[in-house]
């Protein structure tokens, strides 16, 4: 079973930041945190993870709590094509999809 | 950028016929997995492969399962069998390194099997 709780869904106005939460409380020491998303099912794209520290690339940026027990994925400009299921995962060896998050855009 | 490819997009078959689902994973990768997503629901781990043997495997990857890797290049996923309720999207995946490491699995777009 997925070790994250994520809310089902979320809107975000177009232009604006969307933030999605994931809470992972029983994270252990050597799990990292991995955000995919999945379009209309296309299969599932790599977007960032993480083990401690914040990290960002050119898709979205990863805020890790001090805790490490949640996490926000940061998409800093929504587009229309940034509609999609977006799952936060804790992996040890293989990645297990919960239901995610599932992001409207709004135009 | 490379990518994980998956042959046939969309496979149809009869009930009780074999199939055979093929992927080419990234060149550089050394770990294979196999997920499956049913019309509506979440997607599910069915196998993990590493160094030309399965690593694990979930409950759904019965005898009728077989994984191979045939040649340098190529990942198979047999069903030998087919029913109606293995229709679904089959995804392969691929990676760099396995167990507990921050290398991310990669995904292909995925084979839509109908089994009628």
């Known amino acids: 079973d997925a070790k994250t709780t994520q809310p089902p869904s979320m809107d975000c106005a177009e232009g604006r930041a969307a933030n999605l939460p994931c809470n992972h409380s029983?994270?252990?020491?050597?799990?990292?945190v991995y955000w995919y998303r999945q379009i209309h099912s296309q299969g599932p794209q790599y977007i960032i993870h993480?083990?401690?520290n914040n990290e960002t690339n050119e898709m979205a940026s990863l805020i890790i709590t001090e805790d490490r027990k949640s996490s926000t994925l940061i998409l800093p400009h929504a587009t229309l094509r940034d509609t999609a299921v977006y799952y936060c995962i804790v992996r040890d060896d293989k990645i297990i999809f919960g239901k995610g998050t599932r992001l409207h855009i709004l135009p | 950028e490379p990518e994980v490819t998956q042959t046939p997009s969309h496979q149809v078959t009869q009930m009780g016929q074999e199939v055979i689902l093929r992927c080419v994973p990234i060149?550089?990768?050394?770990?294979f997995y196999w997920y499956r997503q049913i019309l509506g629901q979440k997607v599910e781990f069915l196998v993990s492969f590493y160094n030309n043997e399965i690593s694990e495997k979930s409950e759904i990857f019965d005898d009728q399962f077989s994984v191979e890797r045939p040649d340098g290049s190529n990942f198979t996923l047999k069903i030998r069998s087919t029913k109606l309720e293995d229709s679904a999207m089959y995804f392969c995946?691929?990676?760099?390194?396995?167990?507990?490491?921050?290398?991310?699995?990669?995904f292909g777009n995925g084979t839509r099997l109908t089994v009628t």
């Open positions: 993480g083990l401690k």
């Open positions: 060149s550089n990768h050394l770990y």
């Open positions: 995946a691929s990676t760099t390194r396995g167990v507990a490491s921050n290398s991310p699995l990669h």
């Open positions: 029983t994270i252990s020491g050597n799990e990292y």
